[in-house]
């Protein structure tokens, strides 16, 4: 399996699933739902009970105010701000829930399409993708999330002793090598980004293509990213390209403003369909990539006279049948009586 045709089929296979397209852009506005309703409204009412003018906050000396008077309105109104942190947690959990939800459906029904379970998009197999990998996924994010969090912290702390090391031993006087360790570590941190997001993308894999339970999921990643050094490099390829075009369109917005009249309008709408419609569209051909490339050098890799077309046409590899096909011998024609 090459780079190229990993992610040719992986625009081939959302353009055949464009339905995970809209899902992932309703889901977001289903977000922002729930926190307009949930933290939104009680907000609002407590800006009405304390008399808060968000107009005259602009002022600092209105600000400093407010936060004098802010520990007499917390006890005399302390159950609305618990009502208000209670609206910030369960829109918190809301959205974080649907988002897994929407994530096991998207990559459950992905890769059905790469197995050919079901090559078009069937909201029925959506829904029970994303019942059978809702908890796995709650349990795989956290494990990885605190990994992250952990690592960050080290490199961090590691950051933070290097420069004061530096700044001590160079008495401040040497921007230059300052400037170097700060540029160095924020590659070192974007570098592990990168190895963050490629383990959690080929540990789902696993979990949708394999079955595999969320631990296990992770350390398969993990080896499998050491048996597999291209499968991280077409990770980085397709992720940076997928920035770069993001980076691209809101260029192209910013020129278009500059157009009379309707410029401002062709910027909104590029814009618009920019951070809404192409990254969720590019978000759902990095997971079609990555999942093409590991099924087929994992899962089910190719013999060597198998040609590979996972998304279109006939996926199954036509063997040549010629050598089977032995002559069969003759059955000799009954003699006739009346010749002998």
């Known amino acids: 399996m090459t780079y190229s045709g990993a992610i040719k089929n992986g625009f081939k296979l959302i353009n055949k699933n464009w339905q995970l397209v809209l899902i992932q852009i309703a889901a ?33 000396q209105d600000m400093f105010g407010m936060l004098n008077a802010l520990p007499e309105m917390l006890s005399k109104y302390f159950g609305l701000v618990i009502l208000v942190l209670i609206g910030i ?21 992905i890769g059905g399409s790469i197995k050919k379970i079901k090559e078009e998009f069937h909201l029925k197999i959506f829904f029970s993708e994303g019942r059978r990998l809702f908890f796995p996924l709650v349990v795989f994010t956290t494990v990885i999330s605190l990994v992250f969090i952990a690592a960050a912290s080290i490199l961090g702390l590691s950051i933070g002793g290097v420069a004061a090391l530096v700044s001590f031993l160079s008495n401040g006087d040497d921007p230059a090598l300052t400037s170097f360790f700060r540029i160095f570590f924020s590659l ?17 894999a696993a979990m949708a293509l394999k079955g595999t339970s969320p631990i296990k999921s992770i350390k398969e990643s993990f080896k499998y990213l050491y048996n597999h050094e291209g499968a991280f490099l077409l990770y980085c390829i397709v992720f940076i390209g997928s920035i770069s075009i993001i980076v691209a369109l809101l260029l192209l917005s910013y020129i278009l403003s ?10 909104l709408i590029v814009r618009w369909f920019t951070l809404y419609i192409g990254q969720s569209y590019l978000g759902l051909v990095i997971i079609a990539a990555t999942f093409i490339y590991y099924f087929f050098t994992e899962v089910n890799p190719p013999q060597a006279d198998e040609k590979i077309e996972p998304v279109s046409g006939n996926s199954t590899p036509q063997s040549d049948t010629s050598q089977h096909l032995a002559s069969e011998p003759e059955t000799p024609l009954p ?3 009346g010749l002998r």
């Open 28 to 60: 977001v506005f289903a977000a922002f739902l729930s926190f307009v309703i949930l933290v939104g409204v009680p907000l609002a009412i407590v800006f009405i009970i304390f008399g808060i003018d968000l107009t005259g906050l602009s002022r600092i």
């Open 89 to 109: 947690i369960l829109s918190a959990t809301a959205a974080l829930s649907l988002q897994v939800f929407v994530l096991g459906g998207t990559i459950g029904s």
């Open 188 to 204: 070192v941190l974007f570098f592990i980004v990168l190895i963050t997001l490629s383990i959690t993308l080929y540990g789902a």
């Open 258 to 267: 500059f157009i009379p009249i309707i410029g401002y309008l062709l910027a």
């Open 335 to 337: 003699e006739k009586e």
